[in-house]
Every structure is written in C-alpha cells, then in structure tokens.
C-alpha cells in the first residue's frame, strides 16, 4: 500500500461499449471501498456464490495488497453516476513466475453489453505496463479464476485465450452430531494465541505453503492484511507447538456480517498448514477436528473450507475422510502475454494434470 493516494482521475477505455451515460475512473479511497462492497457483494449473489464484503473487508484485503493504489490501479464503470462494475488486479512472484493476477464484475442488469471485456482487458494492458520495468520480469503471465457458477466469466476468459490451468474445490462440513477424535501427535500442544506470537505464526504458515502451487512469499502488507481485517480472530486459531516452533495452524473465521445478512451460521478453517518437519502423524486431522469443537462452541453449524485439487499432500482426501463434502468447484486459468495459450498450457513448462 502505497503511503500517500493517489487522487481519482477519468479513464478513457478504447473499447467501451455504447452504453448511454457510461463513464470509467479510478477509485477514490477510501470512499468507494463502500459502494465497492455493494457491487462485489451483488456480483458473487447473482452468480449463486453465497458470498458477500463489507467496506471494512475490501479496505484490509484489498487496500493491503502489495504496491497497490485505488486511485491508480482499480477501474470503476458508471452509468450517469452510479457504480455498475470494476476491474482490478496485482502482479507479484508467483511458482518463480511474475503473475499478472487480475479479477472484477460487472452488475447482472449490465451483463452480455461487453462490459465485462472492456473492463477485462484494461486490467491486462494496466498491469502489464507496470510490470514491464519489473526486475524479475523473465517470466510473466497472466491469470484468473472463477467457481463453476460464475459461468459468465469463464465463457470470457475462454474468449480471451485463457485455458485452466488448476482446478480445486470449496467444501462444506455440518458440525452437528458427534465430532471426530484426533488427538495431537505426542511432543505437541495447543496454546491460545498471544498478540506477541502472531508473526512467528504466520511466518510459520507462510513456510508450510511454500512447497504449494500459486504460493508467493509473504511481506509485511500480507501480515498487516491479516491484522487489520475486522474478522481476524486468533481465539478461534489453532495453533500446534512443539517448544518455540510452530507446527501447525489452522486459521478460523467467522465472517459475521456475511452470516448475518444471509442467515448463516458458517464458519471457515482458512489456510489449513503443516510445516514439513511434523507432516504425516496425524497433526493436520487434530487441528480440523479442533477447529470443528471451537466453531461449534461460537454457535456455527456449519464449516467450509477451500482446497487445491492437486494439493502435494493429499489434502483433498484427508477432508474427505474429516467429513467433509464437495460443494463447489472452482479453476484457476492462465495465458500467455502475448496470445491465447495452447492446449496444455500451464504457465511452469508442463501439461495440465488430468482433471475430473
């Protein structure tokens, strides 16, 4: 995050659909963060993803990202003034490559008009311009996502010359009934968190997610991310010691004014990680099952969470095996700069895996 904004200006968009009294700027932060919410929440409701942000969300996950201005790099599409969809994105090392990662959303009344493209493909050319002076900028290309119901924007990326290039899965828990046991492997215990261990502990995590696909190193906004989100609860964490080293953690949260608008009573195991050192005794199953007994004790009925479908340490059936089910799907795509991608396309040298 930059230390001083920069102002909001207009944005000319050569490819702008003809749509009477449509104007583009950037953002103006921090008064856009609210109507940024309302639209980013009506997006993901239209598409059946049962999601929604807060003003308070945006500004500690957005507003955190790394090199990031509103005024600069987030594009805002009005229609006589009022806000009908956004484009933004950021490019950071990522799997030893430099990521364009770009994502937005256009109203549904405003869908099929081209929109969606025009704001799409500012994105693109907006980061690509600054990454072109980047010092590890060898390697670059572009990426996105979307769940199987946001099916808009996978026929766009389709149009663009994108093909996935991983694919992974949103699963779902009841936490009513009997609870599995799964006690800590022997030498490790649970603390509560203290505000003093919060770095060690996310450094830690970082650690544990370095051998996995998309990961980038954590800096200083990441932590500041974290800290500053208005639902980072660390009483809900837990966090498996072994003396002074971090063995495992599974962060948990519940979104309460996500549970609130939508009568839900959800919580999330967020960022499931295990260092290397402890892998394969049982550590990760403890922490889930731990996390399970406290959501159900702040009065949660249910837990998500998200996995990677090629996870390299079997992530995916071990929560199968913790009880938990599929309930959405999603994939991650990716071109090159300078054209659609071939068939096989991934971005690090080798095909796709076999995807079910």
């Given at each position: ?55 308070e ?97 996978i ?42 261990d ?42 498996a ?46 922490l ?14 249910e837990a ?6 090629a ?13 938990f ?32």
């Amino acid at each position: 995050m930059t230390s001083m904004a920069i102002p909001s200006t207009p944005v000319e968009v050569p490819d702008a659909p003809p749509i009477p009294g449509l104007t583009f700027r950037t953002g103006r932060m921090p008064d856009d963060w609210a109507p940024l919410a309302e639209i980013v929440s009506a997006v993901r409701l239209a598409d059946g993803v049962a999601e929604v942000a807060t003003s308070e969300y945006l500004a500690a996950d957005w507003g955190n990202l790394e090199a990031w201005d509103g005024g600069r790099d987030l594009l805002l599409a009005e229609v006589d003034g009022r806000l009908v969809g956004f484009s933004t994105g950021q490019a950071r090392m990522r799997d030893g490559a430099l990521v364009i990662d770009t994502w937005g959303g256009v109203l549904p009344e405003m869908r099929r008009r081209r929109l969606g493209t025009a704001l799409h493909h500012w994105a693109r050319g907006h980061f690509r311009v600054r990454t072109d002076a980047h010092p590890e900028a060898a390697t670059r290309h572009y990426r996105t996502w979307a769940l199987e119901q946001e099916v808009g924007d996978i026929a766009l990326f389709e149009q663009e010359g994108f093909v996935p290039i991983r694919y992974g899965f949103e699963m779902r828990r009841f936490l009513t009934g009997t609870l599995p046991e799964h006690p800590l492997p022997e030498g490790l215990e649970l603390r509560p968190v203290r505000d003093q261990d919060l770095r060690t502990i996310l450094i830690g995590e970082d650690e544990a997610f370095r051998d996995h696909w998309g990961h980038h190193a954590m800096t200083e906004d990441d932590i500041r991310s974290v800290l500053e989100f208005p639902e980072t609860d660390p009483s809900l964490w837990q966090v498996a010691w072994d003396g002074d080293e971090v063995a495992g953690v599974v962060q948990n949260y519940i979104f309460t004014a996500e549970n609130a608008q939508l009568d839900l009573r959800r919580g999330w195991l967020e960022r499931v990680s295990v260092r290397r050192p402890w892998r394969g005794r049982g550590l990760a199953k403890a922490l889930c099952a731990a996390s399970f007994r406290v959501l159900r004790e702040r009065g949660m009925d249910e837990a998500w969470l998200g996995v990677d479908g090629a996870n390299p340490t079997g992530a995916l059936q071990l929560y199968e095996g913790l009880g938990f089910m599929v309930s959405r799907r999603w994939q991650a795509y990716g071109r090159p700069l300078d054209g659609p991608a071939p068939a096989g396309w991934t971005g690090s040298g080798t095909t796709t895996e076999s995807q079910p």
